[in-house]
């Protein structure tokens, strides 16, 4: 069974979700850790709009991850 292969997005916190999510899918990474600092993911956003993690979620998914 093969695993797919991730990378934690924090030593990239300087750069937007979009940004690193886009790296990452072109240096051949399945999928990427969000940490809670820089813009990658608000835990208080996540908690009081319906919306936010679909969001992160869709923007993922455009890149294959």
């Known amino acids: ?3 797919p292969v ?3 997005t924090g030593q990239f916190a300087d750069l937007t979700l979009e940004v690193i999510a886009e790296k990452a899918s072109k240096w ?3 999928g990427i850790e969000l940490p809670c ?3 990658h ?3 208080q956003k996540a908690l009081n ?3 936010y993690c679909k969001g992160r979620h869709e923007l993922l998914g455009t890149y294959g991850l």
């Open 1 to 3: 069974m093969s695993r």
């Open 6 to 8: 991730t990378l934690f």
């Open 28 to 30: 051949g990474y399945d």
């Open 37 to 39: 600092w820089g813009d």
């Open 41 to 43: 993911f608000n835990v």
């Open 49 to 51: 709009d319906s919306n």
